[in-house]
């Protein structure tokens, strides 16, 4: 053993949790991609006057139970059982995944690259979501 190389004893961390924490992360960039995006000049006139994307009561709604499921999916995907667990973290990671992409597509503007970047993150953190529920372990008897 070489003298600059320490040994550290490494985990295994129970699928449950591994998808718990992705969906934490990807609420977290979802949180931060909306604050940041207050930023963006005129979007608090915007907001002030009325004149904005969530100007219904449907829209808002809509909007609040978009963001709703992946913060909800933290907690899924902890208590609920293996097959219903993978079939919400498969669609609910694919949709989410592609929402995303479209949204870093059609935000590519200079004000947008930030909102871009999070797509993109949040992209590759639903993909992963994706990946790990499609192989989630089998039981062994």
Request: net charge positive; charged share 15%; proline share 5%.
């Amino acid at each position: 053993m070489s003298s600059n190389t320490t040994l550290y004893q490494d985990f295994p961390v129970n699928i449950k949790l591994k998808l718990a924490a992705l969906w934490t992360s990807v609420t977290l960039c979802y949180l931060y991609g909306d604050y940041f995006e207050l930023y963006v000049p005129l979007k608090t006139k915007g907001l002030v006057d009325g004149v904005n994307m969530l100007d219904s009561p449907i829209k808002l709604f809509a909007a609040s139970l978009l963001l709703a499921i992946p913060a909800v999916m933290v907690f899924l995907s902890v208590a609920l059982k293996p097959s219903i667990n993978r079939t919400l973290n498969i669609a609910f990671g694919f949709f989410y995944t592609a929402i995303m992409v479209l949204i870093a597509i059609t935000s590519i503007t200079p004000w947008r690259a930030f909102y871009v970047f999070l797509a993109v993150v949040e992209s590759c953190l639903t993909m992963a979501i994706t990946i790990y529920a499609w192989r989630w372990p089998r039981k062994v008897d």
